[in-house]
């Protein structure tokens, strides 16, 4: 089943039914009105939001509207949680390395996790707005997923089962202030601006067998412009799968529904297959070469980020993003 | 004025409007129904709860309640956002030179603040519930602000307006685990469960002159157990106030409706006054005598926080709550 939540003018949109193709979309209003009140009440609304689902597919519902992800907000336009993890060890590694720090062997066994802004997630097509080139602006692209309600000190066993939703973002970072974040310890507040996450969140299901229970294995294939960036598989060297991440986020506390957990910057040991963000680009330049050639993003720039099925379809949309200039005396002119 | 939730068996609750003297409650559900929904629409839920709190207190309104703090949600059940500053750095200081650490001078001139989970906040009397006391339980009394509609880059004299509601929280720590989390430097995600806030959020013109736009002017009393913990002023050696914290959070990114921002544990230089959480008086007592007398909180014990007005009325209503044993197997048998 796929889900969007399309622009009406409010904070949390409407919730409507894609189809499969996502050629068109139908308000889910009878159902649930929002996405968050959907996942509120998952156990009743999923299985009247799958014959819905089943019905466009096909062909029998009337009053469908033609699906434009330049109309999405984020499937959760604002979300009571997000936690990102850095399930792809080796990305962090060789950013440590490129550093000249030592990464602890810990990281291997116990997950490296952030928690993030949930208020404000941007829409596919909404542009990044920000107010400083010199931040060293950069995009992540990850797979995220959404959970039910997830008890305290679940195990990664039974986590499998709160896992309703399966979502891509753009976890777009400042690298310069990254750096400055982490000395503090405190973790990511000016680093991190909002994300940006793809037009439908599909239920695991959608995946086919590419879904195993707890990593997504296909490529995540992002573009810089015009350019491939990079099309790691999300199923490779993810050393934590999504119910190990769940119940490191539910150690000490419940989740709860609609909680969104990220898997970190996909990224895999065979560099061939390109990178998921700039700053892994950067480290094997400068690992390679000892020199930085690829800069960060420049204002105008666009960032496309996507995953297709095996017969090359897309399955959650595209994230399709413009960089722009934002200036808070024009913001609070208007 | 006086808000409060109330407990009604839903995620959120009921909004209800709170007498001056927290003896009589009436629901607001004909202005809102929820918390999150007054904030939604705040230029207009506001003059009418305003109304309904006039009236209530000159005994115009039927249909109350007795205001029973057991009955109480958190102001927030679920909140999109919870930020918390270091604003007392003091504090900081004090802790990392117990710890044989060097606190960068940076410090004091940009202010330290996690992300923080707020999916799910627990009411003012709830239990603590946590798996195991060898995680260094603490509790942490703090001052919040609930703001508006935050833009990106709003200046700190600009933030002043945004300032909506103030409450007091228990900002429960895992000390033991804070230590591992901060080397890791990806902030707090295990080391911070659940916070619970006071009965009551109150619009700053109910403190009076004790609100200077900026910083609450009064003692925070905390007790543990029947004891008298601590009574810091929260308008002493707060070196960030309210509206400087929330220009740094909202510096990279927009703070919505609802955005509750923490002062961090309130601590004074004069240390007569105790302390507002244990790992600071195991801190001055280290610093004093080389060793650490006070324990880390046991099952069963309670914690008190409350704030009085002048004439020694409570102005927040208490946070009193008992730590509990929490166990997986029983919550999923359950």
């Known amino acids: 089943m796929k889900l969007a939540t399309m622009k009406n003018g409010s904070r949390d949109g ?30 009743v609304a999923e299985p009247r939001l799958k014959q819905l689902y089943n019905d466009l597919n096909e062909g029998h519902v009337s009053n469908t509207i033609p699906f434009d992800t330049t109309r999405c907000m984020a499937p959760l336009p ?67 997923v959404v959970t039910g309600d997830v008890p305290m000190g679940v195990t990664p066993a039974d986590a499998r089962q709160h896992i309703k939703l399966i979502m891509l973002v753009n976890d777009v970072s400042l690298r310069y202030m990254a750096k400055e974040e982490l000395q503090k310890g405190f ?27 707890g990593k997504v294995h296909l490529p995540l294939i992002t573009h810089r412009g015009d350019t491939l960036f990079g099309k790691p598989n999300a199923g490779v ?40 963000c700039i700053v892994e680009q950067q480290t094997l330049e400068k690992l390679s070469t ?20 095996k017969e090359g379809k897309s399955i959650f949309g595209a994230i399709n993003q413009k960089l722009v200039k934002y200036e808070y005396a024009k913001k609070k002119a208007a």
Chains 1, 2 share one sequence.
């Open 237 to 276: 060297d993810m050393v934590f799968d999504f119910p190990t991440l769940i119940a490191h986020a539910a150690k000490t506390r419940r989740l709860t529904a609609g909680s969104v957990v990220g898997s970190g910057t996909v990224s895999n040991k065979d560099t061939s297959v390109g990178s998921s």
């Open 78 to 144: 604002r979300a009571y949680q997000w936690v990102d993890g850095s399930a792809y060890v080796n990305h962090v590694e060789l950013v440590r390395k490129a550093r000249g720090v030592e990464m602890p062997p810990s990281f291997w066994t116990d997950p490296l996790m952030y928690q993030g802004l949930s208020d404000s997630f941007i829409g596919p097509t909404d542009d990044i707005e920000l107010a400083d080139e010199s931040w060293g602006i950069d995009f992540e692209a990850e797979v995220t």
């Open 290 to 309: 000892g020199e930085v050639k690829t800069p960060f993003l420049k204002f105008g720039e666009r960032v496309h980020i996507e995953m297709l099925d």
């Open 187 to 213: 973790g990511f507040v000016n680093c991190k601006p909002t994300c940006a996450f793809s037009p439908v969140a599909v239920t695991p299901d959608e995946l086919g067998d590419a879904w195993d229970g």
């Open 14 to 43: 409407s919730l409507y039914v894609v189809d499969r193709h996502m050629n068109r979309a139908v308000s889910a209003a009878a159902i649930a009105r929002t996405m968050q009140e959907a996942l509120d009440e998952w156990d």
